[in-house]
């Protein structure tokens, strides 16, 4: 009996030590597993929210302008013809372009192509009809192309390219994205409403939104361009009969060049604000006839010689076509523009850049 006791203690004690012995492993892991879920929440991308104040690391930049971006900066292009006979000025809308591109259209007269993306007027125009080498430049920016007419040869030549437009002969006033004015004279009267652009863009399959490559602008007191020239005044001569001659003075408050056509400011017909800007850059090109209306052709690929005025200075530079976008080169090297607005003028080679362009 004696014996049989000592072995039921001597069970006792040792089942006493095992449990013991599980109950401080259940302890050590129940210490341990904190650790591992935190580290698993860290590998699924589950760690602490950050504080509801911190600053955003990144905000957007308007591409076209270079300028501090209000809200999202991803919206559409919105690249529009505008008439520059003289029936058509003052113009609506081209103050609030971020870049005009100006061209000869037929004879000496002289078309804007504008594009929109940081503001948006309420309507822009005059619009007039369509030029291959303007919407190859829309292309360049992803651009919706907004225009009001052209010849078949021309509209077909626009469907093949793959662009994306808006013809205000398909729309036309119909209140919601063209208009007929009625203190201008058909064909100077049609109007292009970008309010309306969003339910036609939408209807025809057109994207709203796309990230686009911003053109080149310097930071703050940055700049690779050499020898400059200061200039007060800059005159750009299309034609002399009939008269088509550009000038742009620039005015050491804003910073800007203020343009002009035929010794009249180029202004809103509502405000009388002029146009101003901080860039005008003017380049030659091949320009080449092609029929008895004297529509041309115009060489955007080949590059050339060309002018970079910015801060009241003018440069001498090249221009290259990059990726569909007619840019600045100084000794083969990229050079940028000043954040702003900028104002492009293609002249022909002959007579030449040299002969077309006069400054002081």
Same mark, same amino acid.
């Given at each position: 009996?004696?014996?049989?006791?000592?072995?039921?203690?001597?069970?006792?004690?040792?089942?006493?030590?095992?449990?013991?012995?599980?109950?401080?492993?259940?302890?050590?892991?129940?210490?341990?597993?904190?650790?591992?879920?935190?580290?698993t929440d860290e590998q699924n991308g589950e760690s602490e929210p950050p504080e509801?104040?911190?600053?955003?690391?990144?905000?957007?930049?308007?591409?076209?302008?270079?300028?501090?971006?209000?809200?999202?900066?991803?919206?559409?292009?919105?690249?529009?013809?505008?008439?520059?006979?003289?029936?058509?000025?003052?113009?609506?809308?081209?103050?609030?372009?971020?870049?005009?591109?100006?061209?000869?259209?037929?004879?000496?007269?002289?078309?804007?192509?504008?594009?929109?993306?940081?503001?948006?007027?309420?309507?822009?125009?005059?619009?007039?009809?369509?030029?291959?080498?303007?919407?190859?430049?829309?292309?360049?920016?992803?651009?919706?192309?907004?225009?009001?007419?052209?010849?078949?040869?021309?509209?077909?030549?626009?469907?093949?390219?793959?662009?994306?437009?808006?013809?205000?002969?398909?729309?036309?006033?119909?209140?919601?994205?063209?208009?007929?004015?009625?203190?201008?004279? &058909?064909?100077?009267?049609?109007?292009? +409403?970008?309010? #309306?652009?969003?339910?036609?863009?939408?209807? !025809? @399959?057109?994207?709203? %939104?796309?990230?686009?490559?911003?053109?080149?602008?310097?930071?703050?007191g940055e700049t690779k361009l050499q020898n400059g020239q200061s200039v007060s005044?800059?005159?750009?001569?299309?034609?002399?009969?009939?008269?088509?001659?550009?000038?742009?003075?620039?005015?050491?408050?804003?910073?800007?060049?203020?343009?002009?056509?035929?010794?009249?400011?180029?202004?809103?017909?509502?405000?009388?604000?002029?146009?101003?800007?901080?860039?005008?850059?003017?380049?030659?090109?091949?320009?080449?006839?092609?029929?008895? &209306?004297?529509?041309?052709?115009?060489? +955007?690929?080949? #590059?050339?010689?060309?002018?970079?005025?910015? !801060? @009241?200075?003018?440069? %001498?530079?090249?221009?290259?076509?990059?990726?569909?976008?007619?840019?600045?080169?100084?000794?083969?090297?990229?050079?940028?523009?000043?954040?702003?607005?900028?104002?492009?003028?293609?002249?022909?080679?002959?007579?030449?850049?040299?002969?077309?362009?006069?400054?002081?």
């Open positions: 009996m004696k014996q049989m006791k000592k072995h039921v203690m001597i069970l006792f004690v040792i089942l006493l030590l095992a449990a013991c012995s599980n109950n401080q492993e259940a302890g050590e892991q129940q210490t341990e597993e904190p650790d591992q879920q935190e580290e509801e104040n911190e600053e955003p690391t990144h905000e957007g930049v308007y591409p076209l302008t270079g300028e501090q971006a209000k809200g999202n900066a991803d919206n559409r292009v919105l690249a529009v013809m505008v008439n520059n006979l003289s029936k058509a000025r003052p113009q609506t809308g081209l103050t609030k372009a971020d870049i005009v591109y100006e061209a000869l259209a037929e004879g000496t007269i002289t078309r804007f192509l504008a594009m929109y993306h940081s503001n948006s007027p309420e309507e822009i125009g005059p619009v007039r009809s369509a030029r291959p080498y303007f919407f190859q430049l829309a292309a360049g920016m992803d651009a919706l192309y907004t225009y009001h007419g052209a010849s078949h040869a021309i509209n077909q030549q626009l469907v093949n390219s793959g662009v994306e437009f808006l013809n205000g002969s398909t729309y036309d006033n119909d209140g919601k994205l063209f208009k007929r004015v009625p203190y201008r004279e &058909a064909p100077h009267d049609s109007y292009v +409403l970008p309010g #309306g652009v969003s339910d036609v863009a939408e209807a !025809k @399959g057109y994207a709203l %939104e796309n990230e686009i490559e911003p053109l080149p602008f310097a930071s703050e005044n800059v005159e750009i001569v299309y034609a002399q009969s009939p008269q088509n001659i550009v000038s742009y003075h620039y005015d050491e408050t804003s910073g800007k060049f203020a343009r002009s056509s035929d010794g009249q400011p180029t202004a809103e017909y509502h405000t009388d604000e002029q146009v101003a800007v901080e860039n005008v850059f003017i380049v030659e090109t091949g320009h080449q006839i092609v029929d008895d &209306a004297g529509r041309r052709e115009i060489d +955007l690929t080949s #590059g050339g010689e060309g002018y970079l005025l910015q !801060k @009241g200075k003018l440069y %001498e530079v090249n221009w290259q076509n990059t990726d569909g976008r007619i840019l600045p080169y100084q000794d083969g090297e990229p050079v940028s523009f000043v954040p702003g607005q900028t104002w492009v003028n293609i002249v022909p080679e002959n007579p030449g850049i040299e002969q077309s362009i006069s400054v002081n």
